[in-house]
């Protein structure tokens, strides 16, 4: 179908179906809205981007390649941002603007009453104030100028470029951008990276479980022998025993008053997703076939139409960067410039304490005197709904958060490093301008959100280091671990130097220097798994179970001891690595019961005794072994969880569940039992569904906002290879996963791709042009290259 027929389709769709959310207010301004090719819906997809834009900064150029990647050349810093906020906006505006509102509490103004749960909790966390802080913080600095320059661009297409698509559709025109709305893009980024409840769901499962149920399943060290940093690792390696002294002390028993899991349920609605996470490795020039490193990385989040990332490649002055950054944020995150290449993955710090006070109301006790909360009221404007009023109260701590549950009134205070003044804007413009190492490393002392595991390379080096504000924590002076909930009334584990909203000093933080970090390692690794093999390490209580970062080392380590030189194509060939390590863990037990399966399982366990435990799409045993372990995991922990009134958001990570003894109580001390059901099960769902192949089943699942109200704006089903805990990651569905694919040698060409396209207007050719490459395994160069000819917009001078 093309796009014109689809089109026509689409207008039927929508007259049909209706549209959610901030509907027209009547039937006729509705249809006039989606009139064919006349309508306000159709208007900004009939018409292009001019090719002359007045700029208040001066001249710049923009030329499109054949991925629609815009080029933006200038001689003026503030004129090339001006021209990056004018292509972000033209490619992707209504996915900036969702995000601001999302983070600034105000989603349910553009899409009605279904967001007005999430307004509430945003703006109780003040998210808003969290990015006015961060612009005081970077008040007077180039960020700041470059950041007005990009919005000025934004303002600019705002006011006179083509309306996406979706506006029409909501009915609802965007507001001016600003530098706030920028860092709430930043915030939410941080948030979504370290934002996290798993404290509280620790108190309340140790209040379910026994003591040493807890700590098996929870608190027992995965023992895959693959942290970031292993005895082996070569070069310079700084912050293992000094930062390995802090938290040493035994968390305290215990939830803090008017915490439950209904309550957590909630609060866990509004954290980032257990599977976000994301893969890197880095090679030093010893190990490769040209004598200069490589880096390979691709960060593993939400999959979505249009993409999490955006493409830019920008050539100002000295400075010559190309990359991936969010909508809404001027400077390119991760990629490379002409110097050196870098990328981040989630270290898992935990940077969010709680703390319950004595309350009477509207006051609270702090070290023994009352006080009255900050109190802000704030309007949830509801389309076409009504609208709500919600009491944003704060502590000293920062944020509190309160929900009646079970006509009781449950509340927590939460302190978040990204509540400060932060200055991860400048560190990331800073990375673009980058020579070398050390001006890398020297940005890097200003990324204060989120907890990241940096690596960068350039021709001479490789440098992994942890960056974020780590705060520590004492209890009666002794160091203590974050996860309990503090007693917020006698003011335990305050972070010294840290102010909610405001300025913070950082005094009572782990120091740049103490937090780990290798120089000129020979190869090094990361993949969300724990930073070093030590069982009371203290940064975080919750890393990736291993498996890819097993399975990383396992094949660098393979190609060095070969001798054989590390060249790109071998990069590529381990980020598309679909070797299950928990299949390779868990199969021998399935043939080991194949005499008390029954005989309709034959086919399908023959085709697992020969399989080479990758998860592909043309795989029998691949397919087999997926819905295997999904049964296989409902059926050792749906029944004794239910009975703690626990649901699958509690269970244990995966490593616990592969690692269990055969007799442990959780099989009811008998696992062959359980593998038994488990494939009889996983048979009778494949039958019944009429798959053979995995493929058949994993597709990749990229979905549009308005996708359940106009499935032709959902990416097309492709079938792709992969699970979450791959190191070709593609979780389960093809709805999470690697959202960005790098290859940097320094020594050659670089190549990319994404999951989806670079516009989000549906009507362009480049809505989706990259995700059957993205499927596919597939690349295209990332070239410093700006094309000859090609789509253009010329940027001009107001004076001219």
């Known amino acids: 179908m093309n796009r014109d027929t689809t089109r026509r389709a689409l207008l039927g769709a929508l007259v049909s179906a209706g549209v959610g959310g901030a509907a027209l207010s009547s039937v006729s301004g509705y249809l006039d809205s989606f009139a064919p090719l006349s309508g306000r819906a159709w ?29 933006i050349e200038a001689d003026d810093e503030a004129a090339a941002y001006f021209a990056v906020g004018y292509t972000q906006a033209a490619d992707r ?21 279904r967001a007005v749960d999430s307004d509430r909790f945003h703006a109780k966390m003040d998210f808003r104030g969290s990015a006015e802080a961060s612009a005081t913080a970077l008040s007077g600095t180039r960020t700041e100028t470059l950041a007005d320059a990009y919005a000025d661009g934004v303002n600019a297409y705002i006011e006179s470029g083509p309306e996406p698509f979706e506006f029409g559709v909501l009915g609802y025109e965007a507001r001016e951008w600003t530098f706030v709305d920028t860092l709430l893009v930043s915030t939410q980024i941080a948030w979504g990276l370290t934002g996290s409840f798993e404290t509280l769901r620790r108190a309340v499962l140790r209040e379910k479980l026994d003591e040493s149920t807890y700590e098996r399943l929870y608190e027992t060290p995965f023992d895959h022998g693959a ?7 070569t070069g310079t390696v700084d912050g293992v025993d000094e930062f390995g002294r802090v938290g040493r002390t035994d968390a305290v028993r215990g939830v803090g008053d008017g915490i439950d899991g209904a309550f957590v349920d909630w609060l866990s609605a509004f954290e980032p997703p257990p599977l976000w996470g994301s893969n890197h490795w880095a090679v030093s020039g010893e190990h490769t076939d040209s004598g200069s490193p490589i880096l390979a990385y691709d960060p593993h989040l939400t999959l979505m139409a249009p993409p999490v990332w955006y493409e830019q490649h920008l050539v100002v002055g000295d400075v010559d960067v190309r990359g991936a950054t969010f909508p809404g944020i001027p400077f ?18 935990d940077v969010v304490d709680f703390y319950t006070y004595e309350t009477d109301g509207s006051r609270y006790n702090y070290r023994g005197e009352w006080r009255e909360f900050e109190t802000e009221t704030r309007t949830i404007e509801v389309a076409d709904g009504e609208n709500r009023a919600v009491d944003v109260r704060k502590t000293v701590h920062g944020a509190y958060l309160d929900r009646e549950v079970n006509g009781e009134t449950r509340h927590v205070g939460v302190a978040w490093t990204g509540m400060s003044g932060t200055r991860e804007a400048e560190a990331i413009y800073e990375f673009s301008r980058a020579t070398g190492v050390d001006d890398y490393r020297a940005a890097l002392r200003k990324m204060d959100v989120p907890t990241q595991n940096a690596l960068y390379v350039d021709d001479d080096h490789v440098f992994y280091k942890i960056t974020g504000q780590i705060p520590i924590r004492r209890v009666d002076g002794d160091v203590v671990r974050g996860d309990r909930v503090f007693d917020g009334s006698a003011g335990e584990a305050e972070w010294e130097g840290f102010e909610p909203f405001g300025p913070s000093t950082w005094d009572g933080f782990v120091p740049f220097e103490e937090k780990l970090g290798v120089s000129d390692p020979a190869y090094i690794g990361t993949a969300n798994q724990r930073p070093v093999d030590d069982p009371t390490y203290p940064i975080g209580q919750r890393y990736a179970s291993g498996f890819r970062g097993m399975r990383i080392y396992e094949r660098l380590d393979e190609r060095v001891e ?9 990069m590529q060939s381990v980020q598309r690595d679909t070797l299950d390590v928990r299949a390779r863990m868990l199969v021998p037990a399935i043939l080991d019961v194949r005499e008390r399966l029954s005989e309709s399982t034959d086919r399908w366990v023959d085709a697992l005794a020969d399989w080479n435990y990758r998860m592909d799409r043309e795989s029998e045993a691949a397919l087999l072994f997926h819905w295997f372990y999904e049964h296989f995991r409902e059926l050792t922990w749906t029944d004794d969880f239910e009975a703690s009134g626990l649901s699958e958001d509690w269970w244990p990570q995966e490593w616990v569940l592969v690692t269990l003894p055969p007799d442990d ?6 696992r062959a039992s359980v593998v038994v059901e488990a494939t009889e099960a996983a048979v009778e769902r494949i039958e019944s569904e009429g798959w053979s192949v995995y493929g058949d089943y994993h597709r990749t699942t990229i979905d549009h906002q ?3 109200q106009l499935p032709a704006l959902n990416y097309p089903r492709y079938p792709t290879d992969g699970t979450a805990y791959t190191v070709c990651n593609v979780g389960d ?4 996963g690697s959202s960005w694919r790098q290859v940097s040698p320094m020594d050659g060409e670089s190549l990319s791709v994404i999951p989806g396209g670079q516009d989000g207007s549906y009507f362009s050719e480049h809505y989706d042009d990259q995700l059957r490459r993205w499927a596919d395994g597939e690349y295209k160069p990332m070239s410093f290259d700006v094309p000859g000819e090609g789509e253009q917009i010329t940027f001009r001078g107001e004076t001219e």
């Open 562 to 570: 070969s001798g054989e030189p590390v060249t790109s194509a071998f």
């Open 93 to 113: 505006l209504f996915e900036m603007d969702l995000i601001r509102r999302l983070m600034d509490g105000r989603l349910a103004a553009a899409v009605g009453e």
């Open 733 to 736: 569905g093809a709805n999470h």
């Open 332 to 349: 390119v995150i991760v990629g490379e410039n002409t110097h050196g290449a870098w990328g981040f993955t989630n270290t898992g710090a």
């Open 43 to 71: 208007h900004g997809q009939t018409r292009s981007v001019p090719e002359t834009v007045s700029s208040p900064h001066g001249e710049a150029t923009v030329t499109y390649d054949d991925y629609h990647v815009p080029h």
């Open 706 to 708: 308005f996708g359940g």
């Open 227 to 233: 942290p970031i940093v292993r005895e082996s690792t």
């Open 665 to 670: 109580e959780f099989f009811g001390g008998d």
